[in-house]
């Protein structure tokens, strides 16, 4: 299975897996559509303030904007914590390319503010067997980008003493490896095939793969960490992607004794030439890495990020921007903090008071201090 990621796919449904993000008919991914489909929840304003209330502090804008959007029994863990039990966070990476781009970013960020919020460990899993096996690099090639990933990854700036990065390829074994064989046993081919689309033209190397990135849900394979913890629960975030294995992690937990992982989920950071679905990582131009430099990120808006603004002055002073489509707009209702000013440019932007050439100047501004900040705090 090749992943198509950004690309529509003619008049067929969407399809929304760790592999494949597309929209049908090269439209919208449909949010509502997914839930449903998947059997997640959405995050209510309710959710939101009661994470306001134990946390007393303001929540992540990711949250207040709905970038977070569904979760799986976040309530569950907000009611143990509410009791005095802690849970650890369970995030994850598949180093496909040399740096990290700002999708990619979306769920660690995110992370890094729960940890924060929350006081809790996190386990991050770089499934460079995964992407070895996926994107057919050699081992060695996969165990390097994992080693560049990382960096980037640090740079987000967790709490060291209560943070564990590992590779498959250097962790898998042990307790961790005795998990993916209960796993391996509740999960017959049938259900694999249902759950992740393999055909019998696939490698069995990807069939056996999914109880590899299921088992880190469970605190009993990391006997170093969780020793004598076995009923922590788990809290994980990531893109909605990755829910299908977690569907079959959620399945499998009680049957082998173990508590389900809770998820909390985001929407997809669009691609630089439209809001079809993630960015590619074969497309340079497609997305800004956070190894980019200030050069770079300016040329890549200025040039490619997709305008929903109107061809001509006088046009675009009458109708103003289309911000349903409008990359630049998109861009800074993830990444400008300041909900005053991005309501200005909402209203402004929109009535065609303001030309995208404005817009994308600020989103220069602010895209150019996050990765500044960021590689700053990968040099410390
Ligand atoms: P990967 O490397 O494809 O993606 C890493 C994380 O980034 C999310 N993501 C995005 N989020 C928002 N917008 C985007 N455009 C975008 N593109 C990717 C992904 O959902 C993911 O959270 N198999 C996994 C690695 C993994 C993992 C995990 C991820 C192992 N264990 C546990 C999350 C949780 C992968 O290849 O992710």
Redesign the pocket.
């Known amino acids: 299975m090749e992943k198509r990621e950004g690309e529509g796919e003619g008049e067929e449904e969407q399809v929304v897996n ?1 592999w494949t993000v597309s929209a049908k008919g090269g439209g919208k991914i449909d949010y509502d559509k997914l839930i449903d489909q998947f059997g997640c929840q959405r995050i209510d304003q309710s959710l939101v303030d009661r994470i306001h209330r134990l946390t007393s502090r303001s929540p992540h804008v990711f949250l207040r904007r709905g970038v977070f959007f569904a979760h799986r029994d976040l309530n569950e863990i907000l009611d143990a914590y509410e009791r005095g039990e802690k849970f650890y966070l ?7 390319s040399e740096a990290l ?1 700002l ?2 970013l ?3 960020m995110f992370t890094k503010y729960l940890q924060e919020a929350f006081k809790v460990p996190l386990v991050i ?3 460079d067997d ?2 070895c096996m996926w994107k057919n690099l050699t081992v060695e090639e996969s165990q390097r980008l994992a080693r560049e990933n990382a960096k980037d990854i640090i740079a987000c700036g967790f709490d060291v003493t209560r943070t564990f990065i590992f590779s498959d390829f250097d962790y898998v074994g042990g307790a961790f490896y005795k998990n993916m064989v209960k796993v391996g046993k509740c999960v017959t081919y049938n259900k694999v095939v249902g759950i992740f689309g393999f055909t019998g033209e696939d490698h069995i190397g990807k069939v056996s793969f999914p109880p590899v ?1 299921a088992v ?1 849900s469970f605190p009993s394979s990391f006997p170093h960490l969780f020793g004598g913890q076995d009923n922590l629960r788990c809290l ?7 829910d299908p ?1 977690f569907r079959m992690t959620r399945d499998v937990a009680p049957r082998i004794g173990y508590q389900k992982p809770a998820l909390i989920e ?5 691609a630089m030439q439209g809001e079809t679905g ?2 590619s990582a074969s497309d340079p131009n497609s997305a800004i890495y956070v190894t980019d430099s200030a050069k770079e990120i300016k040329n890549k808006i200025n040039r490619y990020a997709f305008s929903g603004g109107q061809d001509s002055i006088e046009k675009h002073r009458e109708l103003g921007a289309n911000l349903e489509v409008d990359i630049p707009f998109k861009y800074l209702s993830f990444f400008l903090d300041d909900d005053a000013k991005l309501e200005e440019i909402r209203k402004e932007y929109g009535a065609g008071r303001m030309l995208t050439g404005e817009v994308k100047q600020l989103l220069i501004q602010v895209l150019t201090g996050l990765v500044e900040r960021h590689v700053g705090l990968g040099l410390l």
């Open positions: 760790p369970y995030t994850g990476r598949g180093p496909s781009h999708g990619h979306i769920p660690f899993q770089l499934t995964e992407k990135q880190p994980i975030p990531c893109a909605i992607d990755q294995y985001s929407s997809f950071f669009p993630k960015m």
